[in-house]
C-alpha cells in the first residue's frame, strides 16, 4: 500500500532471524516452496494493506481472521560462492496479541475496550490454533520497536556489514542491515561480557542478556536483519552501531569519559523519534 495510509503507518523497526528451510515443521516447508516469489518491499506492502484493512473494519477488531503465513526470503553467497537461502514467518497471531497485551499495559482500560472490544477479544481466542500459537510464541522470529530501537540490537551489527538503502523516488523508504547469525552472537557475547565486568548496574546489560536469551532457540545457520522501517526517514545516516561499539569499548578501557560521550550521542540520536511517538 502506498500514499496516505501507508505514511499514517507507526515508525515500526523490526529485528528479525531468518532460519534454514530444515529448521521449519513441514506444514510450514510446504508452504515456503508453494509460495510465490515476493520481495521484501511487496511484503511490506502486503503486511500493511491487511494490518490497515483489520484496522477499518466496521466492527472494531484488529485480529488476522483468516490471513495465511507469510515468509520473508533472504538469499546469500557463501565463500564459495554457492547461493542459499534463508526464511521469516509472519507469526501475525501471535504478534497481534503481543502487541494486544502491550496495548492493554499502555492505556486505561475503557480505552482499550474501546480500541480492542472484548467481544474481539474472545473471538480471537476461539480462532487460534493454541498449539500452534504456544509454538510461535516461544520461537518467535520477529520483535518490534516503535518509534525507537533498543539500544541492545545494535550490539550485534557493525558499520561494515550488509546493507540496503531503498529510496522511492527522492524519498529514503528504508535501510535492512543484516549478518550471519554466529558472528552476530560472538558480538553479543562481547558486550554482554563488557558490560558485566564494568557496568552491570545498566539497564542495557539486562537488556543485552535479554536478547541472548531470545537468540539462543534458533538455528546457527540463520541470518539477522535490523529493519529499520519509517525510522529509516527521521534517522539514517545512522551511527549508533559505531557508538554503541565504541561506547562499550571505551567502558573496557576504563575511559569513562568516552563512555559517557558515546551514551549521550545515542541518547540525543533517539530523542526526536521518542517525541514523535508521543505526539503520535
Known amino acids: 500500500m502506498t500514499g496516505p495510509l501507508y505514511d499514517l503507518t507507526a515508525a515500526t523497526a523490526h529485528l528479525r532471524v531468518y532460519e534454514p528451510l530444515s529448521a521449519f515443521e513441514d506444514w510450514a516447508q510446504s508452504l515456503i516452496i508453494g509460495a510465490p516469489p515476493r520481495t521484501a518491499d511487496q511484503i511490506d506492502a502486503l503486511e500493511n494493506q491487511q494490518l490497515w484493512e483489520r484496522t477499518l473494519r466496521g466492527v472494531s477488531d484488529p485480529f488476522p481472521h483468516t490471513e495465511q503465513e507469510l515468509f520473508r526470503t533472504v538469499k546469500f553467497l557463501d565463500y564459495q560462492g554457492a547461493e542459499h537461502t534463508r526464511y521469516c514467518p509472519s507469526q501475525i ?12 499495559e499502555a492505556m486505561r482500560a475503557e480505552v482499550f475496550d474501546l480500541l480492542i472490544p472484548p467481544a474481539a477479544r474472545r473471538a480471537n481466542g ?57 558472528q552476530a552472537i560472538e558480538r553479543l557475547a562481547w558486550a554482554v561480557q563488557a558490560m558485566a565486568t564494568h557496568a552491570p548496574q545498566a539497564p542495557l546489560f539486562e537488556e543485552l542478556g535479554s536478547l541472548g536469551g531470545w537468540l539462543e532457540s534458533f538455528d546457527p545457520q540463520s541470518l539477522i536483519e535490523l529493519d529499520y522501517g519509517l525510522l529509516a526517514e527521521i534517522v539514517w545516516p545512522d551511527e549508533s552501531v559505531n557508538d554503541l561499539l565504541h561506547g562499550i569499548q571505551a567502558l573496557e578501557d576504563g575511559d569513562m569519559t568516552m563512555a ?13 523519534p521518542r517525541q514523535l511517538g508521543r505526539a503520535n
Open 93 to 104: 497471531q501471535a504478534r497481534s496479541l503481543l502487541a494486544a497485551e502491550q496495548a492493554e
Open 126 to 182: 476461539q480462532r487460534v490454533d493454541t498449539d500452534k500459537l504456544a509454538a510461535d510464541l516461544t520461537h518467535l522470529h520477529t520483535r518490534t520497536s516503535t518509534w525507537g530501537i533498543p539500544l541492545s540490537w545494535f550490539s550485534l551489527f557493525r558499520d561494515d556489514d550488509e546493507c540496503e538503502v531503498l529510496y522511492v523516488g527522492e524519498r529514503l523508504r528504508n535501510v535492512r542491515l543484516l549478518v550471519p547469525f554466529e
Open 260 to 272: 559517557a560521550a558515546a551514551y549521550r550521542r545515542l541518547s540525543n540520536r533517539w530523542i526526536g
